[in-house]
Every structure is written in C-alpha cells, then in structure tokens.
C-alpha cells in the first residue's frame, strides 16, 4: 500500500480518509480579536496553534482525517524559512488529524529575500531537501509541492524559475505538484511550462480554477490531462492585493482590489464537469484564512471548515453529485496525489 508523508511521518493512504487539501492552519489568526485563543497574545505561535485546534475539532465528525497545510514561504502563517512548520506537527498531536505540509514559493511580490536571491538550482535543491529531508533544519518533511503561485495574467521571471524548480524537484521526488493561479488566470502558460519540463501533468494540480469566470477555460485546462482544484468553496468575498501594503501606509482613502464568486456557480460547474465524467480530477478545499471569516460571515465565519460538508455539499446533490462522487473527489484524488513513490 502506499504511503503519505504526514509531518509526524509516514502513513498508509487508506488512512487519509477525506481530505481537505489546501489550507493554511497557521493564517486563522490575524491579530488579537481572538478571544478564543487561550495563549499570551504576545506569542502569535501558540495563539494560531490553539485557534486550529478549535476550528479543527469538528471535522472528524465529517470523516475528514487529514488536512494538507500549502502555505509557502513566509506568506499565510509560514515564517520566511519554515522553522514554524513544528507549529503543524503539535496541531496533528492535539487533534489526531494528519497534517500534509506544502512547500512552494508565492507571488513574487510576497516571497522572502532568501527566496529572491536564490536561482533554480538552489531553488530545486531547497524543495527536494523539503521533501526528501526535511524543513529548516528540522526533520518534518513535506508530503507534496505547492502552492506554487503566479500573478494575475502574469508569470514574473522569479515566479517562472520557482515553477520549474518545483517541476524538478517534482522529477527528483516523485511528489505531486499544487498550483496557485490568481484568479484562475495562466493557467495554460503554468502547464506549458510544467510540461516543458517533463511533468507528468497527472500529477499537477491546477489550484484556484473555481474563481476563473468561465467554465470553458476550466474545460481547456482539464483537457490538457491535469487536475483542478475547486479550492476556495465559502469565499465568496475576498479582498486581494497583488502587492503588500507598504511598511509606511499614508493615512485616509485607499483603493483596494475586491473579487465575488458566488458558491451556487462552484456548485453548477462541478455538478456539470461531474456529469461530463471529469469527477476522478476535480479537489475540493476551502482555503479558508482568517481574513475570509469576516468577509464571509454566512459561510467561513458562521462554519468554518465544516461548512463544505453540511451546506456546500447537500448544494452539490441538490445538483445531483452522489455520495460515490464526493468519496472520489473528497478521499480517491487526493490519496492518489498525496501517494509517494
Ligand atoms: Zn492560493
């Protein structure tokens, strides 16, 4: 039987059982409005572990025995060289769910300087340590690459190198690979470039692909013999920057980007690209960040992560997806992915 890389070790896939495959556990806290937390509020780590463990608990209940944690360097609760990935492996402990640790680069604008600097080779190097190693020195390892991002209806220089070293750390390793498109946008020029370096675009997962706003592209990206994610279900309003915030933020009026995709239309594509026979390569996950809770208060802030299983799903039978369609979507594909060689 094969197995998985969990960040407390190897287990067999058939024990993943359902599995949410892209979160960022360590980004549910975005600052001290979290009464729940019982730690310091000076001690941001502990405060994020409490929070997931409480966000975490009800999903056994849900037959969701893993979550896959794809936060890439120091973006969505991972520090700039991973050293907090030990913050997952006290998460798993606490909750008896395992945790599946990413590891990727994000937008350029976003990635630490170590990352900047580096060119393919290292950049390669790094992943494949990641992988086969461990992270920062420390001996959990991540079980799968990504989310490896590009920009909205661009691929910087460093976003393309990252890209192909993650393609070849994929090569080296065998692990599958998770995209981060913006917006659902290059999703075609990531896979040209995965194929460009001999991918086996089975094992790609094109990340984001709900947010794209026509479903004929979803159809070409599939076409192209990868998988896509329909990964960020209750966000239905989110804010976005394509850059940071400058460390200086003058005072008064600012514009800022905001994006709407309503769930009933996540729910009408899949429920279609269900019925053309696409089901064993479409991912389901949440995405789900502190922000997105009080964007979203009828469905991240009102259920968390337990909202894809009460109200998304009884949305998708209504559109009549079945219980064996969701099992392939929820638990076959990702323990397909997350099977290492
Ligand atoms: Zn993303």
């Not at 994020?48 to 025995?65: I, K």
């Not at 420390?138 to 590009?150: F, K, P």
Request: hydrophobic fraction near 40%; glycine fraction near 8%.
């Amino acid at each position: 039987m094969p197995s998985a890389q969990t960040v407390l070790g190897p287990v067999d896939v058939a024990d993943l059982g359902r599995v949410l495959h892209h979160e960022h556990l360590l980004s549910l806290t975005p600052g001290g409005w979290c009464c729940s937390c019982a730690a310091a509020p000076t001690d941001v780590g502990r405060a994020q572990v409490e929070l997931a463990v409480s966000s975490l608990v009800r999903l056994r209940d849900f037959g969701v025995r893993t979550v896959v944690d794809l936060s890439p360097y120091g973006v969505v609760g991972r520090d700039a060289h991973g050293a907090n990935i030990k913050l997952l492996a006290d998460i798993s402990l606490r909750t008896d769910i395992h945790v599946i640790s990413g590891t990727a680069t994000y937008l350029e604008a976003f990635s630490p300087s170590w990352a900047l600097q580096a060119d393919i080779d290292e950049m390669t190097k790094r992943f494949t340590a990641d992988l086969a190693q461990g992270i920062d020195g420390t001996s959990i390892r991540a079980g799968i690459l990504g989310e490896q991002a590009t920009s909205l209806g661009a691929i910087t220089p460093f976003e393309e190198r990252c890209l192909r070293a993650s393609a070849r750390a994929h090569r080296a390793t065998g692990a599958a690979l998770i995209t981060h498109t913006t917006h659902g946008t290059m999703a075609l020029e990531q896979i040209a470039i995965l194929e460009e370096e001999g991918v086996s675009l089975d094992r790609v997962v094109i990340g984001h692909m709900d947010t794209h706003p026509e479903l004929g592209y979803v159809r070409s990206v599939l076409d192209c013999g990868v998988n896509v994610a329909f990964d960020t279900i209750g966000k239905q309003f989110w804010d976005f920057r394509v850059a940071p915030l400058p460390d200086e933020m003058p005072e008064g009026e600012f514009t800022k980007d905001a994006y709407y995709r309503a769930d009933v239309t996540r729910a009408d594509r899949i429920a279609e690209l269900v019925a053309l026979g696409f089901t064993d390569r479409i991912l389901l996950a949440q995405d789900m960040t502190g922000s997105e809770v009080y964007l979203n208060p009828d469905t991240h802030g009102q259920l968390g992560y337990a909202y894809l299983f009460t109200d998304f799903v009884q949305m998708l039978r209504q559109r009549g997806v079945n219980d064996r369609d969701l099992d392939v979507m929820l638990v076959d594909n990702p323990a397909r992915l997350l099977s290492l060689p």
